[in-house]
């Protein structure tokens, strides 16, 4: 499943950069400035419950009802769900406070952050379940000059570890274990110089979860032989959540980034 780009706003603190983590285009990534760290945020918990009444309630529905997502006081984006990821921005190196709110005023938060390194880029994802939810902090991987990659974030409470790989998109066959990755950590795996009829997956050896698997041109439908490098971007990110009951979306999301 590919990502919905959560609509994003600059506001205060935050600047708000031309592209990046959506499922179209690649990840843009300037020069970090002194002081500050450049992050995207992505909601990966299933249900944002709150207490309305006396009774925990689902907010953040979908894109028909949404939450706004403020960081440290500043809306950085309008249409907050599972499954939506925001474009990366600037923010001030430090603890993030997060608090996901709807258009009636009820919220999940404030959920705090790690400290975020200057200079540093990270994919901040919110997961969890009521009472508790926390912020997942991924730095985000290091470019290999000359070398498509493949990454896994693996942001799925219920799924302690996970295998990731490949498989030729256009048969949907030949599944290959590249690596894995354990709850709280990307792990990403070296290409080669390009490759084409591309797919990846995250699942159990190689065998994909449900819903796992996605092809370059299922993120990217302007990708259409499924080839790394696409323009400017040279690796495929999965993102692996716990899975919303009676969605279609998810578990496994994807992006293209530099």
């Not at 995207?40 to 944002?48: H, T």
């Not at 952050?113 to 994919?123: F, I, M, N, V």
């Not at 990846?200 to 190689?206: E, K, Q, V």
Request: hydrophobic residues 40%; glycine residues 12%; positive net charge.
């Amino acid at each position: 499943m590919r990502f919905r780009l959560a609509g994003a706003v600059v506001s205060g603190l935050l600047a708000m950069t031309a592209c990046g983590g959506s499922s179209s285009s690649s990840s843009s990534m300037p020069p970090v400035s002194s002081g500050t760290a450049r992050v995207r945020f992505i909601d990966g918990a299933p249900d944002l419950e709150t207490l309305i009444g006396s009774t925990p309630q689902t907010i953040c529905l979908g894109a028909n009802a949404p939450c706004y997502l403020q960081v440290n006081g500043d809306t950085v984006s309008q249409l907050f769900y599972y499954g939506t990821m925001t474009s990366f921005v600037s923010v001030t190196a430090g603890t993030l406070s997060l608090v996901a709110r709807d258009g009636a005023g009820y919220e999940v938060g404030p959920v705090k952050t790690t400290a975020l390194a200057a200079g540093k880029q990270y994919t901040l994802i919110l997961i969890g379940t009521y009472p508790k939810y926390i912020v997942l902090a991924f730095e985000e991987p290091a470019s290999t000059k000359g070398n498509a990659q493949l990454s896994l974030y693996e942001a799925s409470p219920s799924v302690p570890s996970a295998d990731f790989g490949s498989f030729r998109a256009s048969s949907h066959s030949g599944f290959k274990a590249l690596g894995n990755a354990k709850l709280g950590n990307v792990v990403t795996v070296l290409l080669g110089a390009s490759v084409s009829n591309f797919g990846g997956y995250a699942g159990r050896g190689a065998k994909p979860f449900t819903r796992g698997d996605l092809t370059l041109a299922s993120v990217n439908t302007f990708d259409k032989h499924n080839e790394l490098p696409f323009h400017a971007a040279a690796r495929f990110s999965l993102f692996l959540f716990d899975a919303k009951s009676g969605s279609a979306s998810g578990p496994v999301f994807g992006s293209l980034d530099r």
